[in-house]
């Protein structure tokens, strides 16, 4: 499932990866300086910037919200998440995310989760927030990213252990939305369960454009 590991490490502007069984879990976001606003590569974090996926079974419509939180004394942008299944809204949940200006490394502090059925909300599972209940900021994605690299994206014990090894960078996919080459693949799973995990794309200067049978369908900046 993982790749074979091997006993050194490298540096990418500031954080350390191990290529060997252990996943990256510290960042010293401490010593960073974060802003709610910029981006990378692969993760852009601008107010109004949008991307949609579909498949046959489902829809996924990503928004970088004109609107900031404070968690844990950092201040966040708002990233609205909306998924349909089978024509249904089925989850809304708001993501939080900062990004290091120099490094370009962008940190995922938490989500609040809105799990619909019908037109109702039934609960609110997988929510969680940095500095509640032992719950600690993930690295959602690198400002330069290297094969090999395996790092925790979400780090709330019992709840949410997100984790990410990137596969490749020269993926190439095409999409309803265009041919995109020179892509990061990602190999995503849990360490709450490690038998499950799934396979994302990333294009340069776009982000997400894969996520399993999700292919992107529209991108660009929206007035939202």
Same mark, same amino acid.
């Given at each position: 499932?993982?790749?074979?590991?091997?006993?050194?490490?490298?540096?990418?502007?500031?954080?350390?990866?191990?290529?060997?069984?252990?996943?990256?879990?510290?960042?010293?976001?401490?010593?960073?300086?974060?802003?709610?606003?910029?981006?990378?590569?692969?993760?852009?974090?601008?107010?109004?910037?949008?991307?949609?996926?579909?498949?046959?079974?489902?829809?996924?419509?990503?928004?970088?919200?004109?609107?900031?939180?404070?968690?844990?004394?950092?201040?966040?942008?708002?990233?609205?998440?909306?998924?349909?299944?089978?024509?249904?809204?089925?989850?809304?949940?708001?993501?939080?995310?900062?990004?290091?200006?120099?490094?370009?490394?962008?940190?995922?502090?938490?989500?609040?989760?809105?799990?619909?059925?019908?037109?109702?909300?039934?609960? $609110?599972?997988?929510?969680?927030?940095?500095? %509640?209940?032992?719950?600690?900021? +993930? *690295? #959602?994605?690198?400002?330069?990213? =290297?094969?090999?690299?395996?790092?925790?994206?979400?780090?709330?014990?019992?709840?949410?252990?997100?984790?990410?090894?990137?596969?490749?960078?020269?993926?190439?996919?095409?999409?309803?939305?265009?041919?995109?080459?020179?892509?990061?693949?990602?190999?995503?799973?849990?360490?709450? $369960?490690?038998?499950?995990?799934?396979?994302? %794309?990333?294009?340069?200067?776009? +982000? *997400? #454009?894969?996520?399993?049978?999700? =292919?992107?369908?529209?991108?660009?900046?929206?007035?939202?």
């Amino acid at each position: 499932m993982l790749l074979s590991a091997f006993m050194f490490s490298c540096i990418s502007d500031g954080v350390k990866f191990q290529h060997q069984s252990n996943w990256q879990s510290q960042f010293d976001l401490t010593s960073r300086d974060l802003s709610s606003t910029g981006r990378n590569q692969y993760f852009i974090l601008e107010p109004g910037y949008q991307i949609v996926l579909e498949g046959t079974a489902g829809k996924v419509e990503i928004t970088v919200l004109d609107e900031t939180k404070i968690i844990n004394g950092i201040t966040t942008r708002v990233l609205e998440e909306r998924e349909w299944t089978r024509g249904e809204l089925s989850e809304i949940s708001r993501n939080f995310f900062a990004i290091d200006t120099k490094t370009k490394d962008v940190f995922y502090f938490g989500e609040d989760v809105d799990m619909y059925r019908g037109s109702k909300i039934v609960s $609110n599972d997988g929510a969680w927030l940095a500095g %509640t209940n032992g719950a600690e900021a +993930g *690295l #959602i994605m690198p400002g330069s990213p =290297l094969v090999g690299m395996k790092y925790y994206q979400e780090q709330a014990p019992g709840i949410a252990m997100d984790r990410c090894q990137i596969i490749k960078l020269d993926d190439e996919l095409e999409t309803p939305a265009g041919l995109f080459t020179k892509c990061l693949l990602t190999k995503e799973g849990s360490a709450l $369960n490690l038998i499950e995990f799934e396979f994302k %794309t990333y294009a340069p200067n776009v +982000g *997400l #454009i894969q996520d399993e049978k999700l =292919l992107l369908t529209s991108y660009g900046f929206v007035n939202k």
